[in-house]
C-alpha cells in the first residue's frame, strides 16, 4: 500500500513561497544562547528596514516571547484562514507554540513532534517576509531533522557555539551533516567570549581546516540579562551593538551567495 500524501506538505510549500529567506539557528546543546542570539539577529535585520519574522520552534522550552517581553495575554495571533503571527514591532513578527500552551509544559516526542512541526508550518501565514529566523531545539533533535529534510534546498542554518574547547567537536559534527545533506551554513558564531588570544587561534584554526566560517566573536555582556524581557534594552546591550556592526552585514551579503 502506498504511502498517502499529506495535504499539509503543499500547503506548507505555499506558505514558505513568499518568505525570501529561512535562517535556522542551529546548536549542539542547550546555553550557548541560541534564542537571544535568535531574537537580536531579528531585531538588527528589522533595524535595517528588512521584514523579519521570528519563529520559535522549541516546543519543550519556548523562550523568545520571554526574551522580547511578549505579554501572551494581550498578544496572541489573529485566526484568518491560518494563522497570522503577531507584529510584536512594526516588521517583525513572532509566531510561538507558547501563545497555544501558555508557558505550561509540553512534553513531546518521536511522532509528535514532527506533527506539531508541520501542523505549525501549516496553519501560521507570514505572507511577504525577507527574513525567517528560526530558533530551533538544542542538538539534532526530531524537530532539527525535520527541518533540515523538508526545507534543506531553502535553508542558509547560523550555527551557533560557546567559546571552549568542548564546543569543538560537536560543532564540526553538526557541520559535517550538513555538508552531507548539501546544506550549507551562513557560518559560525561563537557566543559568551572572553578575551584569550590562545583560545581564538585553536577555535579558529580547528573551525576554519572544517570549511566553516567564523561570523564573529560575540563578548560576555553581564548586563544581558538585565535586559531580557525589553527590546529597547536589548538594544542597549553590548553583544546586539556586536551583532548590528560585526555580524549582520556578513548575514545578508552571505545569504544572496
Keep these: 500500500m502506498k504511502d498517502l500524501i499529506d495535504p499539509r506538505d503543499h500547503i506548507i510549500k505555499i506558505r514558505i513561497s513568499q518568505i525570501k529567506n529561512l535562517i535556522p539557528v542551529i546548536s549542539y546543546k542547550g546555553g550557548v544562547g541560541k534564542s537571544v542570539i535568535s531574537s537580536l539577529l531579528g531585531l538588527a535585520l528589522n533595524e535595517l528596514g528588512y ?29 484568518e484562514k ?9 516588521r517583525l513578527k513572532l509566531m510561538s507554540i507558547a501563545f497555544y500552551t501558555r ?29 525567517l529566523i528560526i530558533d530551533m531545539p538544542p542538538t539534532l533533535t526530531d524537530v532539527t531533522l525535520n527541518m533540515l529534510n523538508y526545507f534543506r534546498k531553502n535553508i ?14 560537536p560543532t564540526i559534527n553538526i557541520h559535517k551533516i550538513l555538508r552531507e545533506i548539501n546544506v550549507e551554513p551562513l557560518g559560525l558564531i561563537i ?14 584554526r580547528s573551525f576554519e581546516e572544517e570549511g566553516l566560517e567564523i561570523l564573529g566573536f560575540l563578548s560576555y555582556d553581564p548586563y544581558l540579562e538585565k535586559a531580557l524581557g ?21 548575514v545578508v551579503n552571505r545569504v544572496g551567495r
Excluded: C, Q
Design 103 to 131: 508557558d505550561n509544559p509540553t512534553p513531546l516526542r518521536g511522532s509528535e513532534l514532527t506533527e506539531v512541526f508541520k501542523e505549525i508550518f501549516t496553519i501560521t501565514i507570514w505572507r511577504d517576509l525577507d527574513y
Design 191 to 204: 557566543n559568551m567570549w572572553r578575551d584569550d588570544e590562545e583560545l581564538m587561534r585553536i577555535l579558529k
Design 156 to 169: 542558509r542554518p547560523l550555527i551557533i557555539s560557546s567559546a571552549s574547547l568542548l564546543s569543538i567537536k
Design 230 to 250: 525589553s527590546i529597547d534594552r536589548l538594544r542597549e546591550t553590548r553583544v546586539y551593538k556586536e551583532i548590528r556592526s560585526e555580524i549582520i552585514n556578513k
Design 82 to 90: 491560518g494563522v497570522l503571527p503577531p507584529e510584536i514591532i512594526e
Design 51 to 79: 521584514k523579519v519574522g521570528l519563529l520559535d520552534l522549541d516546543f519543550t522550552n519556548p523562550s523568545l516571547h520571554i526574551i522580547l517581553g511578549t505579554d501572551l495575554d494581550k498578544t496572541r495571533p489573529v485566526e
